[in-house]
Nanobody
C-alpha cells in the first residue's frame, strides 16, 4: 500500500512537502514517482526517482521548484514543493513501479496511492 500525505491549502509562493509511505512491499526495489491531476485535466507525471535516488526526472513546469527524494530505510518518498503557483493546484498521487529504474509513463506504474489535494491560492 502507498499512503500519501502532506497536501493542503497554501498561498502562492509558499511551500509544502508531500510524503508517501510504502508498506507491504520491498520499497528499495521500486522506482517511484509523483503524478498530479488538475480539475478537468489528465493525470501527468511531475517527478520520478530511481531506487537508489541517483536518477531523477522533473517535468519542465516544476524544474527548479520541486525536489523528489527517498529514504529507503523509512520506506518513504518525498516531494518538496517550493515557490508554489496556482497552476500547481491538483490532486497529487505517488506511484511505484516494478524494477529499480525511474519511469515517466503512467502505465509503467503498478502501485498507486490514494492522492492528496494541494490547493494554491493566488
Amino acid at each position: 500500500q502507498l499512503q500519501a500525505s502532506g497536501g493542503g491549502l497554501v498561498q502562492a509562493g509558499g511551500s509544502l512537502r508531500l510524503s508517501c509511505v510504502v508498506s507491504g512491499r520491498t520499497f528499495s526495489r521500486y522506482g517511484m514517482g509523483w503524478f498530479r491531476q488538475a480539475p478537468g485535466r489528465e493525470r501527468d507525471v511531475v517527478a520520478a526517482i530511481s531506487w537508489s535516488g541517483g536518477t531523477t526526472y522533473y517535468a519542465d513546469s516544476v524544474k527548479g521548484r520541486f525536489t523528489i527524494s527517498r529514504d529507503n530505510a523509512k520506506n518513504t518518498v518525498y516531494q518538496q514543493m517550493n515557490s508554489l503557483k496556482p497552476e500547481d493546484t491538483a490532486v497529487y498521487y505517488c506511484a511505484g513501479r516494478n524494477g529499480q529504474a525511474m519511469g515517466t509513463i503512467q502505465s509503467s506504474y503498478q502501485y498507486w496511492g490514494q492522492g492528496t489535494l494541494v490547493t494554491v491560492s493566488s
